[in-house]
């Protein structure tokens, strides 16, 4: 049972803006920076966002992070065929002493 | 281009041990941290241990702790994940991956990883 709760999936048409939210607490988000990973079916983990809002290389832009207080989010705009994939967000949990990761979410493009 | 590239697949008994493997190449090793991280089959990712190759500290999850012993051969750039006592819920996809990690004055702790080797299946059968 993670600590970061993430909504089990989104959706949305192509060219659709989607947005996925991960909830934490004070020990973790509340304190430390977010990131985000994209795991398309059947392949390794990809670093898509780091440190809250930055890039990680190659990413487009059209991927954007955003943290405030003990939540955080992850923003698809102009929804492509090629963003389906499982969504986690990851921070550092102070109380834990370890890394923690969220439920993860399913995004379906329609 | 830098990368990691892990042991191939592995089938144990119950109460076996597994030593998954992860070699880097295209950077310095010891200039980051190594990070173990599993999947079971259909859920999500669970992160388990991380260790620095240059200082050779360590950090385990409290899950894992007493079973799981991670290192690193500074001298082939290859780290190992050792995990013991084997049961049939540890039957997963282990990966590495190489991380950045460090933590501000204010606190602050920054802990990413960015380089993901493309996994190691165990089935404990």
């Known amino acids: 049972q993670s600590v970061l709760t993430q909504p089990p999936s989104a959706s949305g048409t192509p060219g659709q803006r989607v947005t996925i939210s991960c909830s934490g607490s004070?020990?973790?988000?509340?304190?430390?920076?977010v990131n985000w990973y994209q795991q398309l079916p059947g392949t390794a983990p990809k670093l898509l966002i780091y440190?809250?809002?930055q890039w990680s290389s190659g990413v487009p832009d059209r991927f954007s992070g955003s943290k405030s207080g003990t939540s955080a989010s992850l923003a698809i705009s102009g929804l492509q065929s090629e963003d389906e994939a499982d969504y986690y967000c990851?921070?550092?949990?102070?109380?834990?002493?370890?890394?923690?990761f969220g439920t993860g979410t399913k995004v379906t493009v329609l | 281009q830098d990368q990691l590239v892990q042991s191939g697949a592995e089938v144990k008994k119950p109460g076996a041990s597994v030593r998954v493997s992860c070699k880097a190449s295209?950077?310095?090793?010891?200039?980051?941290?190594i990070t173990w991280v599993r999947q079971a089959p259909g859920q999500g990712l669970e992160w388990m241990a991380w260790?620095?190759?240059?200082?050779?500290?360590?950090k385990v999850a409290q899950k894992f702790q007493g079973r799981v012993t991670v290192t690193t051969d500074t001298s082939t750039s290859t780290a190992y994940m050792e995990l013991r006592g084997l049961r049939s819920d540890d039957t997963a996809i282990y990966y590495c991956?190489?991380?950045?990690?460090?933590?501000?004055?204010?606190?602050?702790?920054?802990?990413?990883?960015?380089?993901w080797g493309r996994g190691t299946t165990v089935t404990v059968s």
């Open positions: 991956a190489r991380d950045t990690s460090y933590q501000l004055l204010s606190g602050t702790y920054f802990y990413y990883m960015d380089v």
């Open positions: 295209g950077y310095t090793f010891t200039s980051y941290g």
């Open positions: 260790i620095s190759p240059y200082t050779g500290n360590t």
């Open positions: 004070s020990s973790n988000i509340g304190s430390n920076t």
């Open positions: 440190s809250n809002n």
């Open positions: 990851a921070v550092w949990d102070d109380r834990l002493n370890e890394y923690v």
